[in-house]
């Protein structure tokens, strides 16, 4: 029965989420049950998207992700693949109608990844953005609204600004990891090898201009995902904040983290807040 491989699925896409991030892992527990596989299966897809072009140095990449693309298309025009990833990604996809453009624009700047080194100007830093982090942060709310085209594109905005501001966190904090064993520069008009106190706040000022319109949305999403989405929100908030306070010598030279015990005093605020409804 199909509905076994479905299954099979849906639990390798969670393991990929649990084995990969254990914060996002966590903030997806803080979904409604009966969305939280949804959630996984849009994970499970884009981390093994970046995984081709991040971290399989020893084979050949750009075949491996060419492999990758056409097993998606066959995937989502088949409703079927033998690849479990794929396979729960296609249900989802098909389940809640999410946009091929979407998918499009994730492996477009996916894509990217295997050959370009530096987005010099704002344009083409913006469009990798977009694909990169925007459109997961679409698909996902994709599946929070359920099928309200009204409450989805009032929230649009929200959610990609919401992914941007997580992405350029992900991209500060990695800036040893990118810089050095990648030789990717993300930021525009900033010199990594000279990285100063005042190129970070510039770069920490924008993303905390995303976290505020982010937050907008998060407070009118609906019951069932806006617990999730706001333990993610808190959890970034916090690396900003380590981000923030650390010199920007040590950023390029170490990575920053929120400690386990943190993560945990941070959990324990945010369902406070949720249950008194301050959020």
Known sequence: MKSIFDHVSFECSKLVTKSYSTSFSSAVKMLAPSIREDIYNIYGFVRFADEIVDTFHEYDKELLFELFEHDLEKALQNKISLNPILNSFQHTVNRYEIPKDLIDAFMKSMKQDLYKKEYQTTAEYQEYIYGSADV????????????????????????????????????????????????????????????????????????????????????????????????AYIYYKKLLSKLKKTPSLEIKNTRIRVPDYEKAGLLAKCYLNYRLNII
């Not at 929200?158 to 064993?181: I, P, T, Y």
């Not at 525009?188 to 970070?200: A, F, I």
């Open 136 to 231: 997961v942060g679409l698909m996902c709310l994709k599946v929070f609204v359920k099928g309200n085209e009204a409450l989805y594109e009032e929230l649009k905005h929200s959610a990609m600004r919401l992914g941007s501001a997580f992405q350029k966190v992900n991209f500060l904090r990695d800036l040893k990891a990118d810089f050095e064993d990648l030789n990717r520069t993300y930021f525009p008009n900033t010199n990594l090898n000279q990285l100063d106190e005042t190129s970070k706040q510039e770069i920490i000022t924008e993303i905390e201009s995303d976290f505020a319109a982010g937050f907008v949305g998060i407070q009118k999403l609906p019951i069932e995902a806006k617990f999730g989405v706001y333990t």
